[in-house]
């Protein structure tokens, strides 16, 4: 994106109401919430482009200047709530029966493409403090995402992650107009919730960083409210992006399972180091020791971290000599109970908000959305291709992907793309020809 054409995206973000939730909006005035998912989703990319060579400077500074922040964390509290409110009363319904899921699939992935951009930006300290009030929001989003990881169970989800991959997501994403059951579409919810799970462990480890200077409720939040650092050893202890499968270690990196080579077993992923720089950031600054509460149950869960502070763990990340010297210290005394002062508490106020707002009318949101939102006519769906057509443009994608294509039908690395959506990739024409039928649908529609 050119500087004027991301500024005036970032202008245009606004709040939208849990209602608007995958419609197209109208008038003049009212901008839509496709367009506004359409408008993140280009920042997203262009963060992520920008991050990679050095140059988001200028995105958080048009976040910081127009004060969008806030806007960001209010609309992904949003459609989270609408995830845990609304969808399980829509997948009810009797007329739920959508032609396509891909309107649906947008609005799940909206929390995904929020919270990735906000990982990108919020490395910056500038950032972090012009989320104001609203990081009290933010911390309590990481903390129910982060309850959810150190929950679940990490070999249903290599097996659900490998499985919805290959087969489910493949015709979400190519747009196919068959209809799809609502346990298919709470099982994809579920397998995007890990991986947005995993964001949200990324910006908490930045908001930590910035521990001092973010408000004083913030780091009660943290410390005390939800006790983050116990929370981080059940992290480590459990380790959910880590599991075995037959007889084999697979890691949760880049967005799939990969098998690790024995080689590589004891090297630290970056999510393991996010989850350590976090603790170093609660447990190592003298403000969260004043203000933490290292009682019994506290100092027991905390001293677990000790068994997995090995030479091999610390020689990656050195840092970690000075949480060894802290935990030792720790086991061989009794730290002072923090001061009770007498404060007046921030409480945070958006996930309240919109769930006083919208209470006891989760049915009748789900109806409207049935109804004006998630039963696109043909001609619509047709124009919805077009316009993600132009967002996710070739060039774009094939910057953002990590890897070289593969053919659809075989997985080689492929040199050739259907030429009239443009979309798939085969090594030979007769991996395309074998591949047509299925793939014909989705192209009609893209082309």
Request: aromatic share 8%; with cysteine.
């Amino acid at each position: 994106l050119l500087p004027a054409e991301a500024e005036a995206l970032v202008r245009a973000l606004q709040g939208t109401e849990l209602r608007d939730i995958g419609g197209q909006g109208g008038g003049d005035t009212a901008m839509g919430w496709l367009r506004q998912h359409e408008y993140v989703e280009k920042l997203n990319m262009h963060g992520i482009l920008s991050a990679s060579a050095g140059q988001e400077q200028l995105l958080t500074e048009l976040l910081v200047t127009h004060a969008k922040i806030p806007v960001l964390i209010g609309e992904l509290i949003s459609v989270e709530i609408w995830k845990h409110k609304v969808f399980p009363v829509l997948c009810r319904l009797e007329d739920f029966k959508p032609r396509s899921t891909f309107p649906i699939y947008v609005v799940l992935h909206h929390e995904a493409s929020i919270i990735n951009l906000l990982e990108t930006v919020f490395f910056y300290k500038e950032i972090c403090e012009s989320a104001e009030d609203s990081i009290l929001d933010l911390i309590d989003y990481c903390h129910r995402k982060l309850t959810l990881l150190a929950a679940r169970s990490t070999k249903a989800q290599a097996v659900t992650s490998a499985e919805l991959r290959a087969e489910d997501l493949a015709s979400l994403s190519s747009m196919q107009a068959d209809p799809v059951l609502p346990q298919e579409l709470q099982k994809q919810a579920e397998t995007m919730e890990f991986e947005i799970s995993l964001k949200a462990l990324s910006v908490l480890r930045f908001i930590t960083d910035q521990v001092e200077s973010l408000p004083l409720s913030a780091l009660t939040r943290m410390l005390n409210t939800h006790n983050l650092p116990c929370l981080l050893v059940e992290l480590v202890e459990h380790c959910p992006w880590s599991c075995w499968e037959a007889g084999k270690l697979k890691k949760f990196e880049n967005g799939t399972w990969h098998v690790v080579p024995p080689e590589d077993q004891v090297k630290m992923t970056k999510l393991d180091g996010q989850v350590w720089l976090a603790l170093l950031n609660l447990l190592l600054s003298p403000e969260c020791q004043r203000k933490y509460r290292f009682d019994g149950f506290n100092k027991s869960q905390l001293l677990k971290l000790r068994a997995f502070l090995t030479d091999v763990l610390v020689d990656q990340l050195p840092n970690l000599v000075e949480l060894q010297r802290f935990l030792s210290y720790l086991a061989v005394t009794e730290p002072a109970p923090p001061k009770k002062d007498l404060v007046l508490e921030q409480v945070p106020v958006i996930w309240d908000h919109i769930l006083k707002k919208n209470s006891g009318k989760w049915g009748a949101i789900a109806k409207h959305q049935v109804k004006h939102a998630f039963s696109p006519t043909e001609e619509e769906l047709k124009l919805q291709a077009r316009r993600w057509a132009q967002t996710y443009s070739l060039d774009m994608m094939e910057a953002l992907a990590p890897d070289k294509p593969r053919c659809r039908v075989c997985g080689v690395e492929a040199t050739k793309r259907c030429s009239r959506c443009r979309n798939e990739w085969y090594c030979t024409r007769a991996c395309q020809v074998q591949h047509w039928q299925k793939h014909k649908p989705a192209c009609n529609l893209m082309a």
